[in-house]
């Protein structure tokens, strides 16, 4: 298996651009997790989905963030507009199972926003 | 609120020297606990999953432990080598999310 993939692997972009960031978790993987990495506070959970339905969002920083999940082997992550404070690794990662099983990372995708 | 501390930030060290990481938690109340390694850009690498039911997980020279009622967990590593120089994160898992401390900066010389 290719493990989770992300894509951009780097992004750059200008203050008030929309930023689309994408993941494909691994197959027969029903969970996926959407995570920022900052210096200040560390990795974060924003949002995690089950067969595709978002059950957490909690950790969403406000409405400029959206995530999606349309079918099983891909989601986006987009945040319109962006702001400087956005900059930051965004991970996702997948797992077979709620709470016992291992989440797997993908390699993460830098943002940087001018 | 569960928070994760690890300490220390960061820990300098001579090749083939033994050491212990470690990682504390605030609520006993977790299904598992995961240890990462995570490299200079790179993404976050499974080190070792310990259950909440067992006590240590080992793999080749890395000994996890966990410690759920004082909320403790260490990661041993035994003849560290100047490849295994990179950031450890330790994360527990209270839910379905991993909650994560912020990692412990390795750097073994040759």
């Known amino acids: 298996d290719a493990g989770v993939i992300q894509s951009p692997r780097h992004e750059v972009t200008e203050m008030g651009q929309e930023v689309t960031l994408r993941c494909k978790p691994i197959?027969?993987?029903?969970?996926l997790f959407w995570y920022r990495q900052t210096m200040m506070r560390g990795l974060e959970l924003l949002i995690y989905?089950?067969?595709?339905?978002?059950?957490?969002d909690s950790g969403m920083p406000e409405d400029r963030f959206s995530a999606k999940m349309p079918n099983a082997s891909f989601s986006t992550l987009k945040i319109q507009p962006s702001e400087p404070r956005d900059s930051a690794v965004y991970f996702c990662?997948?797992?077979?199972?709620?709470?016992?099983?291992?989440?797997?990372f993908g390699p993460g995708t830098r943002l940087t926003v001018l | 609120k569960q928070e994760v501390t690890q300490i220390p930030a960061a820990l300098s060290v001579p090749e083939g020297e033994n050491l212990v990481l470690n990682c504390s938690f605030t609520?006993?109340?977790?299904?598992?606990l995961q240890w990462f390694r995570q490299d200079p850009g790179k993404g976050l690498t499974s080190l070792l999953l310990?259950?909440?039911?067992?006590r240590e997980q080992t793999s080749g020279r890395l000994n996890a432990s966990l410690d759920k009622s004082s909320g403790r967990s260490t990661l041993y590593i035994a003849a560290s080598q100047p490849g295994d120089s990179a950031t450890y994160l330790c994360?527990?898992?209270?839910?379905?999310?991993?909650?994560f401390g912020k990692g412990t900066t390795l750097s073994v010389s040759s």
């Open positions: 994360a527990v898992r209270p839910g379905t999310a991993l909650i």
């Open positions: 989905f089950n067969n595709n339905v978002p059950i957490d």
């Open positions: 310990i259950q909440s039911s067992q």
């Open positions: 197959s027969g993987h029903d969970y």
């Open positions: 990662a997948s797992s077979t199972t709620s709470t016992l099983g291992e989440q797997f």
């Open positions: 609520d006993s109340a977790i299904y598992n």
